[in-house]
């Protein structure tokens, strides 16, 4: 049986800098082979990515990929985002943005065991593809990989 690997993913154009359009649009790339030699390592019979440009200004070009995976034995939603800093033309980091010091959860009576999770192991993970900006709110997203593929947070932050 075949495998179908769809990803569709944006590129920049007209900028008045051609050369860093295409330094930019290399980054894009490279992220979506990423993604690729990932997926060619599963067990997949479909994956299909679309994507959504949640903020592009002159400093800023942040991407949501939405889709999903499918293998023999089930089907499942995923989502990353790739945030880029136009200005240094490179991946930029959550931590540039949010930090996690420490959880309330304990006071909380019904916790989400997939935030938790994701608080819980934050310090031991990149933070450069679960995250997205979107017109000054901050969109977190967390794996719920047994559950419907992910959550999307969104909320306010302050540069």
């Known amino acids: 049986m075949g495998k179908s690997l769809i990803i569709r993913y944006p ?22 082979l990423n993604i690729r030699d990932v997926m060619n390592n599963r067990n997949y019979i479909e994956y299909n990515i679309d994507y959504k440009v949640m903020e592009s200004n002159e400093k800023i070009l942040s991407v949501l990929f939405t889709g999903f995976i499918k293998s023999s034995q ?16 490179k991946l930029m980091d959550l931590s540039e ?14 916790n989400n065991p997939y935030i938790e ?33 992910y959550i999307l947070l969104e909320g306010k932050y302050q540069s």
Not at 119 to 128: G, P
């Open 11 to 32: 590129q920049l154009y007209n900028m008045k800098d051609v050369e860093k359009e295409e330094r930019v649009n290399n980054v894009l790339f490279k992220e979506v």
């Open 74 to 89: 089930k089907a499942n939603s995923i989502a990353y985002s790739v945030t880029i800093d136009l200005t240094k033309e």
């Open 97 to 110: 943005f949010y930090k996690v010091v420490e959880n309330n959860f304990d006071n909380l009576n019904e």
């Open 117 to 149: 999770e994701y608080v819980r192991d934050y310090n031991q993970n990149i933070h450069n593809h679960d995250f997205y900006i979107k017109n000054g709110t901050l969109g977190l997203i967390i794996p719920a990989p047994q559950a419907i593929g």
